[in-house]
């Protein structure tokens, strides 16, 4: 399974940012999908997934959603703040098909990260 994210740039504060990501491989069925910042010193931490919603920060600006034909999900950024800066990685909780054909357990997957930059 590959988490492939796109949409990271360099933006002004107050601009607009889509993040997307698309899930391919033997996947049975995707639970969840979402995504996370990491900045420098810091922990991982939640953006949003369609499951658990967003993080304080980021309600009202940003909006997650699916498209489940295409295995894909996507983050609209709005109004980006200087905070907001940081590498977003793509998550995905799903089960894949295994080697006898049969699904198995729900597995976490990362993406790569793509690199958001909030300047003044």
């Known amino acids: 399974v590959q988490l492939q994210a796109s949409g990271g740039g360099l933006v002004q504060a107050g601009g607009f940012l889509r993040l997307s990501c698309t899930a391919s491989?033997?996947?049975?069925?995707?639970?969840?999908m979402g995504w996370y910042r990491q900045t420098p010193g810091r922990q991982r931490e939640l953006v949003a997934t369609?499951?658990?919603g967003y993080a304080d920060s980021a309600k009202g600006r940003f909006t997650i959603s699916r498209d489940n034909a295409k295995n894909e999900v996507y983050l609209q950024m709005n109004s980006l703040k200087l905070e907001d800066t940081g590498t977003y990685y793509c998550?995905?909780?799903?089960?894949?098909?295994?080697?006898?054909?049969?699904?198995?357990?729900?597995?976490?997957?990362w993406g790569k990260g793509t690199q958001v930059t909030v300047s003044s």
């Open positions: 491989g033997r996947i049975f069925r995707i639970n969840d």
């Open positions: 998550y995905a909780s799903l089960r894949v098909i295994g080697s006898t054909g049969l699904p198995g357990d729900s597995t976490d997957y």
């Open positions: 369609t499951l658990d």
